[in-house]
């Protein structure tokens, strides 16, 4: 009987580690308040919406009620799958990677594309991909660049495979 209770609580743990969204402290609190607007704000705007399109009567011929509906449908989904991330929330812990000689999540790194004929230098914050936003130079982990980045330090050479084809990048730092 107690090999089956540690079975069943050996699987729920691993679906949970399935389920971990690894996120800076900044990215939690803009989730929270993501939700907190979706909750407060949103939901009750589409009710309203709601209401006065069903005031209009007959719902078969009733754009404005299928558009408030498809709108509620998304609004309670994008709240699922925000309380679902906060709920597996794993904080990166900043101060482990605090003038980190390897790179890590939440680390800072500067790189150097060798394959391109500038070689200029990008500075990049390794994150998770809840927070990933390549244009504010955020990349995630697990895309091509962040995963090939993860584990080394300054001074090391990785290629990456991207659509472009196949690149070499120098890791000048990492903080």
Request: proline share 2%; aromatic share 4%.
């Amino acid at each position: 009987m107690s090999i089956h209770a540690d079975q069943t609580t050996a699987s729920a743990s691993h679906i949970a580690d399935d389920k971990i969204t690894l996120i800076t402290k900044e990215g939690l609190e803009k989730l929270k308040e993501e939700l907190n607007y979706l909750k407060e704000v949103k939901r009750k705007e589409v009710a309203e919406r709601l209401k006065e399109a069903i005031s209009y009567g007959d719902l078969s011929e009733n754009a404005e009620y299928e558009e408030a509906k498809n709108e509620q449908a998304f609004v309670e989904g994008r709240i699922l799958e925000i309380e679902e991330k906060i709920k597996y929330a794993k904080i990166i812990d900043e101060k482990a990677t605090k003038g980190g000689v390897v790179v890590q999540l939440g680390s800072k790194v500067v790189i150097q594309n060798l394959s391109s004929k500038t070689k200029a230098e990008e500075e990049f914050t390794i994150v998770g991909s809840t927070e990933a936003d390549p244009i504010n130079h955020k990349i995630s982990n697990v895309s091509p660049v962040g995963k090939s980045l993860m584990d080394r330090r300054a001074g090391e050479v990785v290629k990456v495979g991207t659509p472009a084809g196949l690149m070499d990048y120098k890791i000048l730092k990492v903080r």
